[in-house]
């Protein structure tokens, strides 16, 4: 069974910090790694990919990957308000078609 | 920008009936995907579909379920007869290779 696991959080921060947000994934076999944003009552929206290991940077948006270790973190610097939502990682392993298997998602909260 | 359109935006239905989900995809996207997310829980794939077939289905998409792409932009999601845990939020999904997927708005189905 193939899993991804966050911490769900809340995780608080105060505005202009930086935000880290982790993800584990159990099958080394995997091979995309996406980072989406969910507003309550809202659709996922992509906001990172990554696919090597390494950092991947994006205005404020940092992604990390560590196959060796087989977890994925999104780093968000001077975080803002508008930020707090629940950040959902995403993960397509090799041979499967393409399907995202998803993560619970962590809570953000962004304190002004 | 463009993006997935679904509708409706939410849909109330009885049990037992047959609901049809409507989504159009980005214009030049090649890959559509159902997903569906039950309140507190974690995002579920359901079915991706390429040239015009099924390329893989979940558990989930039994025989109450069916896609089609009846034309050149839409794409339905139907479920013949609706059962109370069908209830949560249908996202429709497309790509233009596969690796990263843009979410439309959802419709939220509640079967009562």
């Known amino acids: 069974q193939k899993e991804v696991e966050q911490n769900s959080g809340p995780l608080s921060v105060p505005e202009g910090a930086i935000a880290s947000l982790n993800c584990t994934y159990s099958d080394r076999g995997s091979q995309s790694f996406f980072w989406y944003r969910q507003y309550s009552g809202k659709s996922p929206e992509l906001i990172m990919s990554i696919y090597s290991n390494g950092d991947k940077e994006d205005g404020r948006f940092t992604a990390q990957l560590n196959k060796a270790s087989q977890y994925v973190s999104l780093l968000i610097r001077d975080s803002q308000p508008s930020d707090s939502a629940t950040y959902l990682c995403?993960?397509?392993?090799?041979?499967?078609?393409?399907?995202?298997?998803w993560g619970l998602g962590t809570s953000l909260a962004v304190n002004p | 920008e463009p993006e997935v359109t679904q509708t409706p935006s939410h849909q109330v239905t009885q049990m037992g009936q047959e609901v049809i989900l409507r989504c159009v995809p980005i214009s030049n996207h090649l890959y559509f995907y159902w997903y569906r997310q039950i309140l507190g829980q974690k995002v579920e794939f359901l079915v991706s579909f390429y040239n015009n077939e099924i390329s893989e289905k979940s558990e989930i998409f039994d025989d109450q379920f069916s896609v089609e792409r009846p034309d050149g932009s839409n794409f339905t999601l139907k479920i013949r007869s609706t059962k109370l845990e069908d209830s949560a939020m249908y996202f429709c999904a497309s790509s233009p290779d596969s690796y990263e997927q843009y979410f439309g708005p959802g419709t939220r189905l509640t079967v009562t």
């Open positions: 995403a993960v397509i392993w090799t041979g499967n078609n393409r399907k995202l298997i």
